[in-house]
């Protein structure tokens, strides 16, 4: 069975699991996929289905995941992430995925710009950044899962990412490296399209799409944005105060969709726990 099919295999049996053993397995499952990321993905991904089944299997003769694993379910969890066997492979496979996927998601926004070039050094530097930013926050959010309590480890995780975005936007907006590339109309067109067409692979290719789904309505509508601004007729209608307004409107509304979509998730796992 592949990795993918496993995943899903693994989310359809979670909605039989009780409250109680929902909460439990759920925090086991997010250490273990967080905390073994150089890790084979699929041995780790076949051993999650195992102990869930397992845990079922208990659950139909009134045994508690608690009861089954034991009360330090951490020591367990870092015993099994001993047992699997490392794929750096397969890690670099997985970062440069999100590295590109990250890179091409800074990229579109960009193109609403009246600018004549791109900062490729910036955008290089300011994407590897945000690629190890997110990286850092999943393995910390590791390290304090099972050490503090949901509130404070909510409070340590959003305070750390959002001194780290505010290092992203200042890298984005404020560092020049000189090594400029001029961007033609019809050249920022070809892009935006080839970035579409690569973020739409990458999405399809995911094991973990619902992370991704918030930052659709910004990448499209931002994507949209640039192709007109870049057709002549239009271009000298959005080039007025009026139209920069506008369009300053129609990106923000992107904005909030994302943000909506992201309290929906974040409901609906608060939910699930």
């Not at 359809?12 to 439990?24: A, C, G, I, M, R």
């Not at 079922?56 to 699997?84: F, R, T």
């Amino acid at each position: 069975m592949k990795t993918n099919k496993i995943i899903e295999r693994n989310a359809e049996l979670q909605e039989h699991l009780t409250k109680e053993n929902k909460k439990y397995y759920g925090n086991l499952l997010v250490y273990i996929r967080v905390m073994s990321l150089i890790r084979d993905e699929k041995k780790s991904e076949e051993m999650l289905l195992e102990i869930l089944e397992d845990i079922l299997e208990g659950q139909e003769h009134g045994q508690s995941a608690e009861y089954y694993l034991g009360k330090n379910p951490k020591q367990v969890a870092d015993n099994i992430i001993k047992e699997l066997p490392i794929n750096v492979i397969d890690t670099i496979k997985i970062i440069i995925s999100s590295l590109g996927m990250l890179c091409l998601m800074k990229l579109i926004p960009i193109f609403v710009s009246f600018k004549e070039y791109i900062d490729i050094g910036n955008f290089l530097i300011s994407g590897v950044y945000l690629v190890f930013l997110v990286i850092a926050l999943l393995l910390f959010m590791g390290y304090c899962l099972y050490r503090y309590e949901s509130k404070i480890m909510n409070i340590i995780l959003s305070l750390f990412f959002g001194l780290g975005l505010v290092v992203f936007f200042l890298l984005s907006f404020q560092l020049n490296t000189g090594l400029q590339v001029r961007l033609s109309n019809n050249l920022g067109i070809f892009l935006i399209l080839l970035a579409l067409l690569i973020i739409s692979y990458l999405f399809n290719k995911t094991n973990e799409k619902q992370m991704w789904i918030p930052f659709i309505p910004p990448i499209v509508i931002s994507a949209i944005a640039g192709i007109i601004i870049r057709i002549n007729f239009f271009r000298t209608i959005i080039n007025t105060s009026d139209g920069r307004i506008g369009l300053a409107i129609v990106l923000i509304i992107g904005l909030l969709l994302q943000y909506l979509l992201m309290w929906f998730i974040f409901r609906k796992l608060k939910k699930n726990d």
